[in-house]
C-alpha cells in the first residue's frame, strides 16, 4: 500500500532556530517528491519537488533532502521566522498506467515558531 | 494572477441537499483533481480529470460527482450530502499529472463544507 508518514506530528521551536522535518515513503512507483508548506485555513503552496536523482534542493531558508534508497526525506528550516508556522506536508507521486497524477499525501507535520 | 478559485469558501447545508462546489483555473491546465482534508489523514483524492470530457474517480469517490465540460473548470457535485462529507475540500491544477517532474501543483483557497 502506497504510504507517506511524517515526524513530528507536531513541533515548536523558538524563532530564529532551526529545525528538521522528516518523512518515510513506500511508495511504488516512485516519480517524484514534494514538500509543501499549507498556512491555516489556505491551500498547500509548494516548496521543492525532487526525482529520485537529486539529493538535495533549497527554496530559500528550506533545503530538502531525499535518500531514495532508504525511501526518506527530510526538510530543513534556517534561522525559522514567525511566518514559518505552518503545516509542512510530503507528498509523494506514484505513476500509474491510468493516472499520471497521482499525489499521496502524509499527514503533515505542524510546526508553531514562537518568538 | 496564476490561480485556483474555488467558490463558495465556506457552506454550511442540510443532509441531502444537492450542491456544488466550483473550481476554475486560469493557466490553461489539463490536470484538475479535487480532495478532501480531514484531520489526521491528510490530504485524499476524490476525482481526478486528465483533460476536457476526461475524468476518474479517486481514493474516496463515493458520494461525489463531477465534471470537466470546459478546460478551465472542474466543478465538484455532491448529490446527497451526509455528515460523513463535511471537510476541507481543494481543488488542485497542474500543466499535466503529478508523475511528470516539475509540474507544479497550484492548490485553491479551499472549501470548508459543513452538512448537518
Known amino acids: 500500500k502506497n504510504q507517506v508518514e511524517q515526524s513530528p506530528q507536531s513541533l515548536i521551536i523558538l524563532e530564529g532556530k532551526n529545525c528538521t522535518l522528516q518523512?518515510?515513503?513506500?511508495?511504488?512507483?516512485?516519480?517524484?517528491l514534494r514538500w509543501y508548506k499549507q498556512d491555516t485555513g489556505r491551500g498547500p503552496v509548494s516548496l521543492t519537488i525532487m526525482t529520485f536523482s537529486e539529493n538535495t534542493k533549497s527554496n530559500g531558508r528550506y533545503t530538502a533532502t531525499l535518500d531514495a534508497d532508504t525511501k526518506q526525506s527530510s526538510l530543513h528550516i534556517t534561522a525559522s521566522q514567525l511566518s514559518d508556522s505552518a503545516s509542512y506536508i510530503c507528498?509523494?507521486?506514484?505513476?500509474?498506467?491510468?493516472?499520471?497524477?497521482?499525489?499521496?499525501f502524509g499527514q503533515g507535520t505542524t510546526l508553531q515558531v514562537k518568538p | 494572477e496564476a490561480q485556483v478559485t474555488q467558490n463558495p469558501r465556506y457552506l454550511i447545508t442540510v443532509t441531502g441537499k444537492k450542491l456544488t462546489v466550483t473550481c476554475s483555473q486560469n493557466?490553461?491546465?489539463?490536470?484538475m483533481s479535487w480532495y478532501r482534508q480531514d484531520p489526521g489523514l491528510g490530504l485524499r483524492q476524490i476525482y481526478y480529470s486528465m483533460n476536457v470530457e476526461v475524468t476518474d474517480k479517486g481514493d474516496v469517490p463515493e458520494g461525489y460527482k463531477v465534471s470537466r465540460k470546459e478546460k478551465r473548470n472542474f466543478p465538484l457535485i455532491l448529490e446527497s450530502p451526509s455528515p460523513n462529507q463535511t471537510s476541507l475540500y481543494f481543488c488542485?491544477?497542474?500543466?499535466?499529472?503529478?508523475?511528470?517532474?516539475?509540474?507544479?501543483?497550484?492548490f485553491g483557497q479551499g472549501t470548508r463544507l459543513t452538512v448537518v
Open positions: 507528498v509523494v507521486s506514484a505513476t500509474s498506467s491510468g493516472n499520471t497524477g497521482k499525489l499521496i
Open positions: 493557466m490553461n491546465h489539463e490536470y
Open positions: 518523512c518515510n515513503y513506500t511508495v511504488s512507483p516512485f516519480s517524484n
Open positions: 488542485a491544477s497542474s500543466a499535466k499529472g503529478g508523475g511528470v517532474m516539475n509540474t507544479e501543483a497550484f
